[in-house]
């Protein structure tokens, strides 16, 4: 069972459009940090102001983005919760999945490591986050 699961978070990663670009051995080696989760519609991910470690990809499903004025829908391929880990700050937004979603989950430390070992990924997620910290800070 446990091999089955390790197989098929491998698949989920190759299926991220972020890790289109890289190497099938690059994206063997990120699957294998990648926690997968399943979460339910409702479900509570994350919650504004708390201090976060984690980063969450989209596998499957949809989540909703809140804050007191903003609401974005974020599906398949998108990732969140990366704000808190680029800039130490607490988390910027409640984020709640909409319907059944499956996730994989980034610490903090393979966040790191997997940005640092790739500019262009890197520079794509501070690009992201800060439109959308621009967005709520202008909403
Ligand atoms: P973080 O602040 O760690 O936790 C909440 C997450 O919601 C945040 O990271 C982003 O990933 C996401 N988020 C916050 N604001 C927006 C927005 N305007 N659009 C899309 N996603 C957002």
New binding site residues.
């Given amino acids: 069972p446990q091999l089955d699961m390790g197989m098929r978070t491998e698949e989920l990663t190759a299926q991220l459009p972020l890790f289109r670009d890289l190497s099938e051995d690059r994206i063997r080696a990120i699957s294998r940090l990648m926690r997968p989760l399943f979460a339910v519609p409702g479900e509570l991910l994350?919650r504004?102001g708390e201090r976060?470690d984690t980063?969450?990809f989209i596998s499957s499903g949809a989540v909703e983005?809140i804050?007191e004025h903003?609401r974005?829908r974020?599906g398949r391929g998108?990732?969140?919760?990366?704000?808190?880990?680029?800039?130490g700050?607490?988390?910027?937004?409640?984020?709640r999945a909409l319907g059944y979603c499956n996730l994989l989950v980034l610490s903090r430390t393979d966040f790191r490591s997997l940005t640092d070992k790739d500019p262009t990924l890197k520079q794509h997620m501070a690009t992201?986050?800060a439109?959308?910290?621009q967005?709520?800070a202008t909403?």
Wanted: proline share 3%; aromatic share 6%; hydrophobic share 50%.
């Fill in positions: 994350i504004k976060g980063a969450y983005v804050t903003v974005v974020l998108d990732v969140f919760g990366e704000i808190a880990l680029l800039t700050q607490p988390r910027t937004a409640d984020v992201m986050a439109q959308r910290r967005m709520n909403a």
